[in-house]
Structures are given as C-alpha cells and as structure tokens.
Antibody, heavy 120, light 109 residues
Framework: QLQLQESGPGLVKPSETLSLTCTVS??????????WGWIRQPPGKGLDWIGQ???????SYKPSLKSRVTISADTSKNQFSLKLSSVTAADTAVYYC????????????WGQGTLVTVSS | QSALTQPASVSGPPGQSITISCTGT?????????VSWYQQHPGKAPKLMIY???NRPSGLSDRFSGSKSGNTASLTISGLQAEDEADYYC?????????FGGGTKLIVL
C-alpha cells in the first residue's frame, strides 16, 4: 500500500525558507508514470496547487509562486522536497504531498498533511 | 490564472440529488478533459471522487458522477446521504499547471 508522509518544521519565521520533505513508501518515485507534487490549504480556506515533479526531474509550478518555489527529488531516499522562500503569514497552511498519474488528473494518494505556521 | 468558480454552498435533504458546478474558461476547464473532484471532511485529507471529467475511482459509489459542458464542469451526487456532507473541490489542468475551485460546502438537511 502506497503511503506518503510529510515532515519538516512546523514553525518558520517570516522571510525565511520553508522546507518540507515527503517520504514515499510502497512505490518508487523514480518509476515512470507518476507526478509527485505539493498542495496546500490555509486554515479555513480552500486548496491551492503548488507544483509537481516527474520521475525524469521535470517540474512545473503555480505561476504566482514560481519565483519562490523549488521541488526536487532524492531517489536514493525515495523522497521529494518542497522549498518555498521568502515566506509570509499568507504561506501558513497545511501542506500535503501527493501522487498524480501521468496523462490524467487523478491525484490518487495524499499524505496526511502537515501544518506549517509562519510567525516570528 | 484565476481560481475556478464554485458555489459557496449547496444543500439538499437525504435521498435527493444535487449538482455542484465548476466554471472556468476555455484555457482550463473548457480546453482539457482533466477536471477532477475531491471530497474533504473536516480535518481530513481530500479524497478523489471523479477524475478526467467523468471517471470514478475503483470502488467509489456510483451515486457520484461528473460531466462537462463548455467551460463548466459538474459533480452530481444522487441519493444524498448524511455522510456526503463535506467540502467539495474541483481542479482543472491549465496547459502548464493546475488550478482549484474555491470549494463548495455541501449541507445535507
């Protein structure tokens, strides 16, 4: 059974960089056919797509976040990561890591989510 | 890139059918057959209900169905049950990224 687990600091100071890691078990992130991505949800608000990485290493990001976001993968650890720079309170959210099937909009696996609060 | 438009809330009594709309543009909903719908209960991760406009994941109740006409996608839930009360989100491909709707709260009366 595929499982995704987010990890990282729950508190980040304004202007610093938010860093999260998603550890995948039950599948290899280097196998073809899937995108590995990040979606967030500010408290009490809706879902917000951040970006994704394909097994080949190609990435795509939400246009309005593109200048601040980097998604990378470490195949040796079967992990992928999110870095979001210059954070503000508006970046406070539950961050989910996800798996989406290639050639489809089907996001079939989600992590449990981790709350990251931006505050001094 | 603007969020897709969903009604803030819809409601219906048990047993009835409801439809949630998701309106975009010909650059997202209207341009691609990559619209999905997710159900989210409070404090839980979203759950896939419909993908690629009208496909149901294996094992999901056939009370849930999806469709699209022009720039508007729709999620229909028939035979409403109490456990269907949740937030529902649509998401569409935009050609280079993905964009969510603002979400719809379904209230089962």
């Amino acid at each position: 059974q595929l499982q995704l687990q987010e990890s990282g600091p729950g508190l980040v100071k304004p202007s610093e960089t938010l860093s999260l890691t998603c550890t995948v078990s039950g599948d290899s992130i280097s196998s073809s056919g899937y995108y590995w991505g990040w979606i967030r949800q500010p408290p009490g608000k809706g879902l917000d797509w951040i970006g994704q990485i394909y097994y080949s290493g190609s990435t795509s990001y939400k246009p309005s976040l593109k200048s601040r976001v980097t998604i990378s993968a470490d195949t040796s650890k079967n992990q992928f990561s999110l870095k979001l720079s210059s954070v503000t309170a508006a970046d406070t959210a539950v961050y989910y890591c996800t798996r989406r099937a290639y050639g489809s909009g089907r996001v079939d696996y989600w992590g449990q989510g981790t709350l990251v609060t931006v505050s001094s | 890139q603007s969020a897709l438009t969903q009604p803030a809330s819809v409601s219906g009594p048990p047993g009835q059918s409801i439809t949630i709309s998701c309106t975009g543009t010909n650059s997202d909903v209207g341009g691609y057959n990559y619209v999905s719908w997710y159900q989210q209960h409070p404090g839980k991760a979203p759950k896939l209900m419909i993908y690629d406009v009208s496909n149901r994941p294996s094992g999901l109740s056939d009370r849930f169905s999806g469709s699209k006409s022009g720039n508007t996608a729709s999620l229909t839930i028939s035979g409403l049950q109490a456990e269907d009360e949740a937030d529902y989100y649509c998401i569409s491909y935009t050609g280079s990224s993905w964009v969510f709707g603002g979400g719809t709260k379904l209230i089962v009366l």
